[in-house]
């Protein structure tokens, strides 16, 4: 029974503080497949409920692995107020100057992202189907937490200026009400130069819209009917107290597609980090470690999801 309870407790920490939640983590990695050239589409899509599936096994191992957690962020305003002017890009850098343990204390979001993109560059040069898999799935992870401001903040989740719950609002509750009618289609994934350099980049663009985050918030908080802030809902048998449909939606407008660039973002940067791997790996042939081709009836329904992801739209799907 303790042992169930730990399991449940664990599942329900996992679903309430995964980044972006695991409704966007899920469509990110999965439009990604739809950025990629012909020669990387055919594996990609014929492992694609394998890359979707595991979009949040990062996040899952945060209860397991207690040096994976500061994979997910970097508290950069730790280190000032212009913190990418001081913090050195390159690890060995970084941490002669501020130690490995203060890294480590503050995240790691953008070497995580530059780690796991060498492991797949390597599972590429060595054919590792599983491990190109894995890879491309925690490298996507890793590249889509950068896009979230509330990543790049100590104050992630509110709690430093009376908003505790933000983290949720945010990266969770707005995706799963109005991803519908977001426009994620990006393009086709383009090459990086500088894995590293780009996922700073990455992060600098999130750091800098963290005060917006916040202050439309604390704007709409002081302004929006306290006994509608609130709605009661179901969530399978429970009954779950989350932000009310209208103070969402309302959060959503004052944002003006925040959300929604950074999710589109998202995309095109984890489709151009795998693109970019790939051609770093030598471009090898990844037709030849398609196992099981898809069925007719499954590349139908790929093809229509793709279709429309490219009419701007993002398509539902069954895990």
């Known amino acids: 029974m303790k042992l169930a309870t730990r399991l449940i407790t664990g599942l329900l920490l996992i679903i309430l503080c995964s980044s972006w939640g695991f409704f966007a983590h899920y469509r990110i990695n999965r439009l990604a497949v739809f950025t990629l050239p012909k020669a990387m589409a055919g594996f990609y899509k014929a492992n694609i409920g394998f890359i979707t599936e595991h979009a949040i096994a990062a996040d899952k191992r945060r209860y397991v692995d207690s040096a ?57 040069k060595g054919h590792d189907t599983t491990g190109i898999l894995t890879a491309s799935a925690n490298l996507g992870h890793y590249v889509a937490d950068a896009h979230v401001p509330l990543h790049l903040t100590q104050n992630y989740n509110g709690q430093l200026t009376g908003q505790t719950g933000l983290h949720a609002l945010w990266e969770s509750r707005l995706p799963e009400l109005f991803a519908a009618d977001y426009n994620c289609y990006t393009g086709k994934a383009r090459y990086i130069e500088n894995p590293l350099k780009e996922a700073f980049k990455i ?84 037709n030849k470690l398609i196992k099981q081709p898809l069925s007719a009836d499954d590349m139908h329904k790929i093809q229509k999801e793709e279709s429309i992801f490219k009419a701007g739209k993002i398509a539902a799907f069954t895990n």
């Open 68 to 124: 994976e957690a500061p994979r997910h962020f970097l508290n950069a305003d730790h280190y000032g107020k212009s913190p990418f002017r001081l913090i050195p890009q390159r690890w060995n850098d970084a941490v002669v100057k501020y130690s490995e343990d203060t890294l480590n204390k503050y995240g790691t979001v953008p070497w995580a992202i530059q780690y796991n993109y060498y492991k797949l560059v390597d599972a590429f």
């Open 203 to 286: 992060c600098r663009v999130s750091f800098k819209e963290v005060d917006s985050v916040l202050r439309f918030e604390r704007i709409l908080n002081k302004t929006f009917p306290a006994a509608k802030k609130y709605s009661i809902e179901k969530r399978g048998k429970r009954d779950v107290k989350d932000y009310s449909v209208a103070y969402s939606l309302a959060y959503q407008k004052m944002l003006q597609g925040m959300v929604q660039r950074r999710m589109r973002s998202a995309v095109l940067s984890v489709g151009s980090f795998w693109y970019s791997a790939w051609i770093d790996a030598g471009q090898p042939d990844l």
